[in-house]
């Protein structure tokens, strides 16, 4: 049965770096980074407050950097080929090693990255690892390869496409950037088949060939298996050998998925309970990944977090743009209707490292004014739900680290550190980040605490108050969630952010309501009858056609409970 559950994503290297004098561009002896070691009892006891169950560490697998390991037998890259002095996660150099600033001790780095699989599995949660397919560093180069592995690029013919090839070549060009120089030039990550690609590309990685000839007309060249399958693969059973329980697959839809239906099969074979999540931002191509390729889970993006982030921008009480041109809160349904077969298997999330922060100057400048999202993405599916480390104490994103400049994210390519993780580690949050981090809480437990919300059915209410003058469609939007599962007797609800509440496994009814605009005390609710007639509910304290108030909090959100 599929029911909800919550990743919480957390950029090791940030997370855990408790320095508060960072600077712009600073070193790693500098400004520091967090360790394995950083992940404490009480950091997952903080996660455990949050209701999750996984717990995606971002930026472990060994990638490229401006900081020098030599003095541990570790190949320095060219600075050229390298964004930021930390580097990309997505830069991958070598797919069986861990980084080696994550490690207290840099030879033993492997082993107290098994600890902390260790340590965190015996917390009760699931370790979801990042796998990144379509590309790897420039400067790709493995010293902890296994004695069965292969290298990247050994024996390509770099003068013809083949799928026995790793890499794309163009010949009789050069790529030149700096003090690095590549003849002949490969092509990047980001799909550029050119030997002069822009800052604005993947410049620092090399895209990998799993078949397709992009250059001859993307046809398909998959028999006999190209090589990077077989690489890929042992790389992934490599990974779920040290206990890895789930992948997030980076830009999944670049790699054919043919690849994914051949690999995923295969090593769901060997590991059987192992999850794989894909980045795909392309909707036509959901229903692809998800039952020819196998993946579990996709991202909800372009769908729900898109629509989410325009409607709250857009309708908050203090609108960015006047409320001019913001899409209705009613398009939320057209969320799920596009996704209807599989909404359950999209990873809904309001931030992820890719995102602006919700608290940014370029997103909604204030965290609370998210709540009404926060209400609809956690609670509106079985879907499971992602927070992005500091999400929940309003972290704003708003330094210069340096590469990314200011732009409302916090930086994977910097050694830095976000300043409200810093003051929550240190027990010391603002009245402001307090509240926020009590509101997460109180609504992450209420959800995955309510049968209804973690594994019931979803009944969009809205088409039914588009003519109720006592509801403001475009500013709020309304949906319930049942679960059948108890006893015939029937109790009013109330509003569980306000009164609180709780309730044992039983049938149970919820109706969730948010007002993106935060300006409404109360709304009444039209119930149509084939609401009652769908889910055979008994008429009794509700019935059809009666209108149901309900009091908004604080934050814009209204939620009943009744128990059926």
């Given amino acids: 049965m599929e029911q909800k559950f919550i990743i919480y994503q957390l950029l090791l290297r940030v997370f855990g770096n408790t320095n508060e004098n960072c600077v712009s561009n600073g070193s790693l002896s500098f400004n520091g980074t967090g360790k394995f070691s950083s992940i404490t009892d009480e950091v997952f006891e903080h996660l ?64 107290e990255f098994e600890d902390l699989v260790l340590r965190t599995h015996n917390a009760g949660f699931k370790v979801v690892l990042d796998f990144v397919p379509n590309h790897l560093a420039r400067e790709y180069n493995s010293d902890s390869i296994p004695f069965w592995g292969r290298e990247f690029g050994i024996g390509d ?84 050998s040290k206990g890895i329980d789930a992948f997030r697959c980076d830009m999944a839809e670049l790699v054919p998925v043919e690849f994914w239906e051949w690999c995923i099969k295969d090593v769901k074979q060997k590991y059987p309970k192992v999850q794989f999540i894909a980045e795909v931002y392309n909707p036509a191509e959901y229903n692809s990944y998800l039952y020819r390729g196998g993946f579990d889970y996709l991202y909800d993006k372009v769908g729900l ?51 602006q922060r919700i608290a940014s100057d370029f997103n909604l400048y204030d965290p609370f004014r998210a709540i009404p999202s926060l209400a609809v993405s956690l609670m509106l599916n079985k879907a499971p739900f992602m927070i992005y480390c500091g999400q929940e104490v309003g972290e704003r994103g708003m330094l210069q680290e340096g590469f990314s400049g200011r732009d409302g994210r916090t930086s994977i390519f910097d050694w830095c550190s976000a300043p409200s993780i810093v003051r929550m580690h240190k027990g010391k949050l603002n009245e402001d980040e307090a509240e926020l981090l009590e509101t997460y809480r109180e609504m992450l437990s209420f959800a995955m605490g309510c049968s209804a919300i973690t594994k019931g059915d979803t009944y969009d209410l809205q088409y039914a108050n588009f003519n109720n003058p006592a509801f403001d469609t475009d500013k709020c939007f309304v949906f319930a969630r049942k679960w059948d599962g108890g006893t015939d007797s029937f109790h009013r609800g109330g509003n569980i952010l306000a009164n609180g509440g709780s309730f044992v496994d039983k049938k149970e009814l919820v109706i969730v309501v948010a007002d993106f605009s935060q300006r409404y005390e109360s709304a009444k609710v039209n119930l149509p009858e084939e609401f009652f007639r769908y889910w055979q509910i008994p008429y009794g304290l509700l019935n059809p056609y009666e209108q149901l108030e309900v009091k908004f909090n604080k934050y814009g959100v209204a939620i009943l409970r009744f128990e059926l």
């Fill in 305 to 355: 977090y898109d629509t989410l982030k325009s409607v709250a921008q857009g309708h908050s009480a203090y609108a960015l743009n006047g409320g001019w041109g913001a899409p209705p809160a009613s398009s939320i349904t057209g969320c799920w209707q596009s996704v209807n077969d599989f909404q359950n298997r999209m990873l809904n999330f309001l931030e992820n490292h890719d995102e």
């Fill in 48 to 111: 455990h407050s949050l209701g999750a169950s996984h717990i995606w560490y971002t930026g472990v697998i060994e990638h490229a950097t401006k900081e020098s390991f030599e003095e541990y037998g570790i190949k320095k890259e060219d600075p050229s080929v390298v964004k930021g002095a930390a580097g990309s996660p997505y830069a991958i150099k070598d797919y069986y090693d861990v980084n080696p600033y994550l490690a207290d001790s840099v030879p033993d780095r492997m082993a």
């Fill in 157 to 240: 013919n770099p003068n013809i496409f083949s799928q026995q090839n790793n890499f794309y070549y163009l010949p009789g060009e050069m790529f030149s950037m700096g003090t690095y120089n590549e003849r002949p030039a490969r092509a990047t990550g980001n799909d550029c088949f050119t030997a002069h690609p822009t800052q604005n590309d993947w410049y620092e990685t090399v895209k990998l060939n799993y078949g397709v000839d992009y250059m001859g007309g993307r046809t398909k060249h998959f028999f006999p298996i190209p090589k990077t399958w077989y690489m890929m693969n042992e790389i992934l059973c490599f990974w779920a």
